[in-house]
């Protein structure tokens, strides 16, 4: 069975840094093609992606984000971390990662929970 | 603003068909696969169609979906009012974002 779940502060201030985990199970990620992403929904809006990275550590960024968002991943311990920096308000939203099994579908067949982030002083 | 567009929403009454559009250009719906989300209230996106048709094991028949040039479709047939939900087209775009649609909201009347 393949889950996904993720994990952080459920507040943050403006101005600093946040660091999301995502921690999968049921799949690897050095398997060819497959892809760990995360996308974010503020609150009674549209979903928005964020980053994503591959099987081969190739890793891709949300051009309007990605000055402010680093992705890594940890391949043993399942694991994919998200850092985006210089948190603002307007970034409160439901984080999300989800796993893509073929970089090129760009589907995501499975998705986390959500962790809600909220950004205030 | 969303750089695919989506109805904001849609309704039938129960046991009709609905479609609901996502319209973008050659840049991402023209040139890739799209897929097609549903989001229940306060849970997570679930996976309806992938690489425009294609359902993933579990997924009714009731729910299809086609692509013509820069626009796709998503199609409902027997509706339900457990299909009441939040429904998201996306898709790669050439600058190598993932790119979603604004949303639709189905209302099953």
């Known amino acids: 069975q393949v889950t996904l779940r993720e994990s952080g502060p459920a507040l943050v201030k403006p101005t600093q840094t946040l660091t999301l985990t995502c921690t999968f199970s049921g799949f690897s990620l050095s398997t060819s093609g497959m892809c760990v992403s995360w996308i974010r929904q503020p609150p009674g809006k549209a979903l928005e992606w964020l980053a994503l990275i591959d099987w081969d550590d190739d890793k891709y960024y949300s051009t309007s984000l990605k000055t402010r968002l680093t992705i890594s991943k940890d391949t043993s311990k399942n694991q994919v971390v998200l850092t985006m920096t210089n948190m603002d308000p307007v970034d409160t939203a439901t984080y999300y990662c989800a796993r893509i099994p073929f970089l090129q579908s760009g589907a995501f067949d499975i998705w986390g929970q959500g962790t809600m982030v909220t950004v205030s002083s | 603003q969303s750089v695919l567009t989506q109805p904001p929403s849609v309704s039938a009454a129960p046991g009709q068909k609905v479609t609901i559009s996502c319209s973008g250009s050659?840049?991402?719906?023209?040139?890739?696969?799209v897929s097609w989300y549903q989001q229940l209230p306060g849970t997570a996106p679930k996976l309806l169609i992938y690489d425009n048709n294609k359902r993933p094991s579990g997924i009714p028949d009731r729910f299809s979906g086609s692509k013509s040039g820069t626009s796709a479709t998503l199609g409902i047939t027997g509706l339900q009012t457990g299909d009441e939900a939040d429904y998201y087209c996306?898709?790669?775009?050439?600058?190598?974002?993932?790119?979603f649609g604004g949303g639709t909201k189905l209302t099953v009347l």
């Open positions: 996306g898709t790669w775009d050439s600058s190598l974002d993932v790119v």
């Open positions: 050659s840049s991402n719906i023209g040139n890739n696969y």
